[in-house]
């Protein structure tokens, strides 16, 4: 049974890096294969333990310098990026969710690698040394489809701004989606520039608000109003129970919603629907949407994010992300946007 396991996870192992590396040498088609077995089999994204893993007959440290020369090759973590979304967005429907995430690893402990910056450390919520990565993945159904990812720092000397990281992501993306799937942002996402992108280009949004927005309410109101008193005034008109898995435990909610139409002050001619809930946390959870469905449908859409979010961390606990060390920014980089496929790919 484990033979077997272990048979065919290498085979799906084997698809994967091929879609990958698809129109690279034969060297670097074995490069890219080599590291994502080695990824998987190591869980770690310290060469000397990926290089271990391929059990070569040669020297360890003959292994690790092959791989760490590859490592340094030009573009080929934009090949493999193309490649990936190229073959994946075949899977991307119309009513698909393009999940947009931005989460950071966390080297509080680190001093000297290159352009370590001030990071918010997720699962801690203080401010520590790292770097920050931005992913796509889609939802269509059950499935879940990596699109791409990304680690930046903000120290960098090509770093522009996190509106460029973002824009960059879904851009390329949608040359592949085209206008099919709805993105889907927490509120990271409440950016007027993002807004302003998506109604421009007929892509449909569900974006989580903060409160500092202000909306105008209905069709015609040339009033602005802040964004949480028009959501503590919106009808409620239904009401859900869930369960969320949180730290191993069952945590029950009960969700009350409804939604009401609004308008953009800086897009009055744009109808758009605010999505209200209540339970989920001590002040209403605020959801603005270009899709004119019933209201459970774009709560559910948006608690999509809590999967992701699931497999982003079971990704960097596999890997053990935050362990990565002793290597160059450019090395790093690639290495950790290797890591981030293979296990959203093989679940």
């Not at 119309?94 to 690698?113: G, N, P, Q, R």
């Not at 931005?134 to 879940?144: A, I, P, Y």
């Not at 509106?163 to 040359?175: G, L, V």
């Amino acid at each position: 049974m484990i033979h077997q396991l272990s048979h065919k996870i290498r085979a799906q192992i084997t698809q994967f890096s091929g879609k990958l590396s698809s129109g690279l040498t034969k060297p670097r088609q074995r490069f890219v294969d080599e590291m994502i077995y080695g990824l998987t089999a190591s869980q770690s994204l310290m060469l000397s333990e990926i290089s271990r893993s391929l059990n070569e007959s040669i020297p360890l440290l003959k292994t690790e310098n092959r791989l760490c020369r590859n490592l340094g090759k030009k573009d080929l973590c934009f090949h493999m990026q193309r490649a990936l979304a190229s073959s994946q967005s075949s899977y991307i429907k119309e009513e698909s969710l393009l999940v947009l995430d931005l989460s950071d690893i966390s080297k509080k402990y680190a001093e000297h690698m290159q352009y370590l910056a001030k990071v918010r450390d997720g699962s801690e919520g203080v401010l520590a040394n790292g770097y920050w990565t931005c992913q796509v993945l889609g939802v269509e159904g059950d499935k879940l489809i990596p699109l791409y990812g990304h680690l930046y720092s903000s120290l960098a000397p090509d770093f522009r701004s996190e509106n460029h990281e973002i824009f960059k992501a879904i851009q390329f993306i949608s040359h592949f989606t085209h206008t099919k799937g709805t993105w889907v942002i927490d509120r990271g996402g409440d950016r007027m520039a993002l807004f302003d992108y998506f109604l421009d280009h007929g892509q449909d949004f569900i974006v989580r608000l903060t409160q500092k927005r202000h909306l105008y309410k209905g069709p015609k109101s040339q009033i602005k109003k802040d964004v949480l008193d028009l959501a503590r005034t919106c009808p409620l008109q239904e009401e859900r129970e869930i369960i969320r898995q949180k730290n191993g435990q069952d945590d029950t909610m009960i969700l009350r919603y409804g939604k009401r139409l609004v308008r953009l002050p800086e897009r009055p001619d744009q109808a758009l629907w605010l999505v209200v809930v209540h339970g989920y946390g001590e002040k209403p959870l605020m959801i603005l949407t270009t899709k004119d469905k019933p209201a459970w449908d774009i709560v559910e859409a948006y608690l999509t994010r809590w999967r992701i979010e699931e497999t982003i961390r079971f990704a960097k606990q596999a890997f053990d992300m935050e362990n990565v060390r002793l290597l160059t920014y450019r090395e790093g980089f690639k290495i950790c946007t290797l890591s981030s496929w293979p296990p959203l790919a093989l679940i």
